[in-house]
């Protein structure tokens, strides 16, 4: 059995007929009918039911075209990966990532990446839900993601760069209220809950160093918190936040322009919820295109060093 033996298969599953499988593979139906009755001789069983008007897969004939769409998927990478190595990257790559990080930060990378590769065309699509890459035909999520065992088998994933989410505080409100020293004296403040989970009001952190890591036999600690106003809306919460209403926990590079321009204090600095690292997830492939294998190196390089913490001193 082989490549062309794959394509006959597939070709007779999706078309249901001999003549239009031989149309589409350029060949007569005569010698589609021959070449499909040495396959089945070969493997000792009969692929497909014909009727007058219509072929029908049987069981091991449907079995036979799933690993063919798999197997022919491979070698399409495959040929892809090759004709690619030398080449410069064309193609589209559509995207999703999350509202905010792709605005603020995703966005602008892209732009410079499409004018370094002027043959790629980037769709990016911004959501809050993360997508089915597969069926739904996106090539890759820019996403705040941290890998769980039971999801992980669904994608190609590659960490782009850490990430934490720092708590924050407008001066006003902390002029008015105090300020925390400790995460029990959260329990004594208003605290601006984004609903984006079941667990959203209780915030577990982490003693961290001054790059974000945790510190050796740093365990992480639970604070339950509650606060008149809360929302869905992450941007909603930080406006809430800069206009002096509470205590906010949201990703350092959502906020750090704020704590360059004082517009938001950190509260509990060497504190941090370390949940949620930034990923390249992928559909499973034999070999990725070279458009998706380049964007995925330059992004890394783009935010591996966390080029939003420039100038914090955090």
């Not at 091991?60 to 075209?65: Q, T, Y």
């Not at 995207?95 to 790629?120: I, K, N, S, Y």
């Not at 959502?254 to 321009?261: G, M």
């Not at 949940?275 to 783009?302: M, N």
Request: one cysteine or more.
């Amino acid at each position: 059995m082989d490549r062309s033996d794959l394509l006959l298969v597939s070709s007779l599953k999706s078309r249901g007929s001999l003549a239009a499988a031989a149309a589409e593979l350029g060949v007569t139906a005569s010698v589609a009918s021959k070449r499909l009755a040495r396959l089945e001789t070969e493997l000792g069983v009969r692929l497909f039911l014909r009727t007058t008007r219509r072929l029908a897969a049987t069981p091991e004939g449907e079995r036979l075209v799933e690993g063919a769409t798999h197997l022919l998927s491979g070698f399409e990478a495959l040929e892809q990966a090759v004709h690619d190595q030398h080449t410069t990257a064309v193609g589209t790559l559509r995207l999703a990532a999350t509202f905010g990080f792709g605005r603020l930060w995703l966005g602008p990378a892209l732009a410079d990446f499409q004018q370094r590769h002027p043959g790629v065309a980037i769709q990016l699509q911004l959501t809050e839900k993360l997508p089915d890459l597969a069926s739904e035909g996106y090539d890759a999520a820019i996403w705040l993601w941290s890998p769980r065992a039971d999801r992980s088998h669904e994608w190609s994933a590659r960490r782009l760069a850490p990430n934490r989410r720092v708590l924050v505080a407008a001066p006003a409100y902390l002029a008015a209220r105090g300020t925390p020293a400790s995460l029990d004296d959260l329990a004594g403040h208003e605290c601006l809950v984004v609903r984006e989970n079941q667990q959203f009001d209780t915030w577990t952190l982490q003693s961290v160093d001054r790059e974000g890591r945790p510190l050796p036999g740093s365990a992480p600690s639970t604070a339950r918190v509650k606060g008149a106003l809360s929302s869905n809306s992450g941007e909603l919460v930080r406006d809430w936040c800069l206009a002096g209403h509470g205590i906010m926990l949201r990703s350092l590079w959502d906020v750090a322009h704020h704590l360059r321009d004082g517009t938001l204090h950190p509260v509990l600095p060497d504190l941090a919820m370390l949940d949620a690292d930034i990923h390249w997830l992928a559909p499973f492939r034999v070999q990725a295109p070279r458009r998706s294998t380049l964007l995925a190196e330059f992004l890394r390089d783009r935010f591996e060093s966390q080029p939003w913490r420039d100038g914090l001193g955090v």
